[in-house]
């Protein structure tokens, strides 16, 4: 089953503008993760974080994490031509290995 | 460290045929999972084994689908009586025992069946 929601479905900026992506989720979680996926290839973990964090980084990537409103936003500054992806955000189950995936949103950066 | 490796990459198959997936997970990973992939989805998941035990198999689509983790190391996905349904991107992905949320894809594999 498929938990997380992302929105937009697809975004469409320049080079050196900023991107948010959102996803929803409707049920509690331990940790949520978002991962990078380019066309035709495989999924790229980005960063995780846990349910007891509320905000995180890693180099351009911000993240946030809003329980309350089960919520996460991802947002890539500065962004680059080779951003270029889908992003989905993925969120553990009650199983603990079978991870929930959203839709995607599909981000295009034009020089 | 050489990733996940998935083969063959693309699988052309006629319907009714039978195919097999095989995945070498990332060395000393003991977790291993399958997911499957349709256009404009994110993956589903399908399968998990820790080591050779196959812990989840309920989400497999159906009967038709089979995973096997002989000796805790590669493992295989068989889809039998293929069915055009079945055309999609299959993932394979390993972990470690810890941290064991970060799973690690391999490029796929993808399947049309005409």
């Known amino acids: 089953s498929q938990q997380g929601e992302e929105d937009p479905q697809a975004l469409s900026i320049q080079e050196g503008e900023n991107a948010t992506m959102n996803c929803s989720y409707k049920t509690s979680i331990n940790n949520l993760q978002w991962y990078r996926q380019n066309s035709g290839r495989g999924l790229v973990h980005l960063i995780l974080?846990?349910?007891?964090?509320r905000e995180k980084h890693s180099g351009r990537l911000r993240v946030t994490l809003d329980t309350s409103k089960k919520s996460s936003s991802l947002l890539i500054t500065a962004s680059r031509a080779a951003d270029t992806a889908s992003y989905f955000c993925?969120?553990?189950?009650?199983?603990?290995?079978?991870?929930?995936f959203g839709k995607g949103t599909s981000l295009l950066v034009t020089p | 460290d050489t990733g996940v490796s998935q083969n063959p990459r693309h699988k052309i198959t006629k319907r009714g045929q039978n195919v097999t997936f095989r995945c070498d997970p990332i060395s000393e990973h003991n977790r291993l999972y399958w997911y499957r992939q349709t256009l404009g989805q994110g993956p589903e998941f399908l399968t998990y084994?820790?080591?050779?035990?196959?812990?989840?198999k309920s989400r497999l689509l159906s009967d038709r689908f089979s995973a096997e983790r002989p000796k805790g190391s590669f493992s295989t996905l068989e889809i039998q009586r293929t069915e055009q349904g079945d055309s999609a991107m299959y993932l394979c992905?390993?972990?470690?025992?810890?941290?064991?949320?970060?799973?690690?894809f391999g490029e796929g594999s993808w399947l049309t069946v005409v």
């Open positions: 974080i846990r349910s007891n964090e």
């Open positions: 993925a969120t553990d189950s009650n199983s603990g290995y079978a991870l929930n």
């Open positions: 992905a390993s972990s470690p025992t810890f941290p064991r949320n970060t799973i690690y």
């Open positions: 084994f820790q080591n050779e035990a196959q812990l989840e």
